[in-house]
């Protein structure tokens, strides 16, 4: 039987392909920018800006991330079954002991951040401290170590920097499209140019916001069976995403640029069936319903 077991490995080969897109994208946004505009130099400059901009997140990322879920730190003292659990999990994984954080908000969910093991975060909201037992709550954070020791982090904030880039160039170039003037001396084929960079300029955005999606998702599944492995316990997160699921209320304070690092959708979803069904084709998460089938079928 195919499940999420068998595809861990396939899973990573696909999120290094769509990470190299990625980057592909941003070139080739600045390759039509710079001809546009007939200076090669721009192309140069989208290539530093770009690797500036990743360096930068890479380093301050948990600070960033932090601040805007509005996490706060956690002690042994305050929150000990939470930070002892944790710590038992990471010995098991053989990984370094996370900073703890909690963030205040009755909608149950985590994320887990950091530039590296040895710089990684886990915070939990106080709501899913209050609906979980010790076993579920033993999945959510084996899940979110999975994210550590997978990498996940570095991906995930790469991903939403370069989408903010592409984003916000394109926005740039096509308002200086629509609103600028050039020479009048511009043949037939500099108006074909025009309107290709354009275009592109139009869905880069949009494509890139489709990687960054499907990266998230496939990381979610990957993270999902490696905490299960971890805790040899499938039930408990699956539990776990059964009671997130089903309180499907929004956070207080969310930010889109880290939805995707959260356990679960941090918008909640009332939906109905098929609005779901239509709406999880641009959603950060995959369904609580897949991954809790891929988990114990």
């Given at each position: 039987m195919v499940n999420i077991y068998n595809n861990v490995s396939k899973n990573v080969t696909k999120t290094w392909f769509l990470m190299t897109l990625f980057f592909?994208?941003?070139?080739?946004?600045?390759?039509?920018?710079?001809?546009?505009?007939?200076?090669?130099?721009?192309?140069?400059?989208f290539v530093v800006f770009t690797i500036g901009m990743n360096i930068t997140s890479y380093w301050f990322s948990d600070r960033i991330v932090l601040t805007l879920a509005g996490a706060k730190p956690a002690s042994r003292e305050e929150y000990f079954d939470l930070y002892t659990t944790l710590e038992n999990l990471s010995i098991t994984a053989g990984l370094p002991m996370p900073k703890v954080y909690v963030v205040t908000d009755p909608a149950p969910n985590a994320f887990a951040t950091g530039r590296d093991a040895k710089h990684a975060v886990v915070a939990v909201t106080t709501g899913l401290l209050a609906i979980l037992n010790k076993t579920e709550l033993e999945g959510v954070l084996a899940h979110e170590l999975s994210h550590i020791g997978n990498r996940d982090m570095l991906f995930s904030t790469v991903a939403v920097v370069l989408v903010g880039l592409v984003s916000i160039i394109s926005d740039m170039f096509t308002r200086s499209l629509i609103w600028g003037h050039r020479d009048s001396s511009d043949n037939k084929s500099g108006n074909i140019l025009m309107i290709v960079g354009l275009v592109f300029a139009i869905l880069a955005p949009f494509f890139a916001l489709l990687i960054q999606?499907?990266?998230?998702?496939?990381?979610?599944?990957?993270?999902?069976a490696s905490g299960a492995l971890l805790t040899r316990y499938p039930?408990?997160?699956?539990?776990?995403?059964?009671?997130?699921?089903?309180?499907?209320?929004?956070?207080?304070?969310?930010?889109?640029?880290?939805a995707h690092l959260y356990l679960a959708d941090p918008k909640g979803d009332k939906r109905s069936k098929i609005a779901k069904k239509i709406g999880s084709l641009f959603a950060t998460h995959p369904p609580m319903e897949e991954r809790i089938k891929a988990l114990i079928g």
């Open positions: 592909v994208l941003v070139i080739m946004l600045g390759y039509f920018v710079s001809i546009y505009y007939g200076n090669p130099n721009i192309l140069y400059l999606l499907a990266i998230s998702r496939k990381r979610e599944y990957l993270a999902d039930e408990g997160l699956a539990g776990a995403l059964k009671k997130i699921g089903e309180f499907a209320q929004p956070m207080h304070r969310q930010s889109s640029a880290i």
